[in-house]
T-cell receptor, first 115, second 109 residues
Framework: ETGVTQSPTHLIKTRGQQVTLRCSSQ?????VSWYQQALGQGPQFIFQ???????GRGNFPPRFSGLQFPNYSSELNVNALELDDSALYLC??????????????FGPGTRLTVL | GQNIDQPTEMTATEGAIVQINCTYQ??????LFWYQQHAGEAPTFLSY????GLEEKGRFSSFLSRSKGYSYLLLKELQMKDSASYLC??????????FGSGTKLNVKP
């Protein structure tokens, strides 16, 4: 148990739809990162939020967007879903400033299937 | 760019020792992490190295050589429950994490 929770656990959508995934960070953690993990691959960094602002983005198109709220929980939104968006979406939280060296802890993930 | 390489799959016997290697090339370095991931589950943190040398935590040890861009994870006294994927991840100077594709470890009786 890392104290990081995600919802929903599983989700099935069709191509072209939009989806919102949610993450509650561990108490005291103010930085949340989102990752996409395709089957048999390592997690790929999508973006990171620190104190409600996006702070760094990986190689993902603008249809991947996010939010962080004052309580440090976060949302990942994906518009115009494509079949290749089918993956496990992981959020991870950590504490401290952008330059802190604390490790991050992962939530259980949301399994998204796009048909 | 970021490039992190680790073997795709390894097999070892219960009770033995196994070493999983990771080589990396990244723009900026601020620590190397190892995670364990069981099938269908989230990664869990195992170890962290930011300086050269060996870090030991029970049955798990991790080694780092920054000049060689190289790390390994050493698992001793293997147990069946150690069958999982092991992910090597590098954090860059902007605190972003980049993961390798993972090494699937099969532990046989």
């Amino acid at each position: 148990e890392t104290g990081v929770t995600q919802s929903p656990t599983h989700l099935i959508k069709t191509r072209g739809q939009q989806v919102t995934l949610r993450c509650s960070s561990q108490s005291g953690h103010n930085t949340v990162s989102w990752y996409q993990q395709a089957l048999g691959q390592g997690p790929q960094f999508i973006f990171q939020y620190y104190r409600e602002e996006e702070n760094g983005r990986g190689n993902f198109p603008p249809r991947f967007s996010g939010l962080q709220f004052p309580n440090y929980s976060s949302e990942l939104n994906v518009n115009a879903l494509e079949l290749d968006d089918s993956a496990l979406y992981l959020c991870a939280s950590r504490r401290g400033t952008i330059t802190s060296t604390d490790t991050q802890y992962f939530g259980p993930g949301t399994r998204l299937t796009v048909l | 760019g970021q490039n992190i390489d680790q073997p795709t799959e390894m097999t070892a016997t219960e009770g033995a020792i196994v070493q999983i290697n990771c080589t990396y090339q990244t723009s900026g370095f601020n620590g190397l992490f190892w995670y364990q991931q069981h099938a269908g589950e989230a990664p869990t943190f195992l170890s962290y190295n930011v300086l050269d040398g060996l870090e030991e935590k029970g049955r798990f040890s991790s080694f780092l050589s920054r000049s060689k861009g190289y790390s390994y994870l050493l698992l001793k006294e293997l147990q069946m429950k150690d069958s999982a994927s092991y992910l090597c991840a590098v954090r860059n100077n902007f605190n972003k994490f980049y993961f390798g594709s993972g090494t699937k470890l099969n532990v046989k009786p």
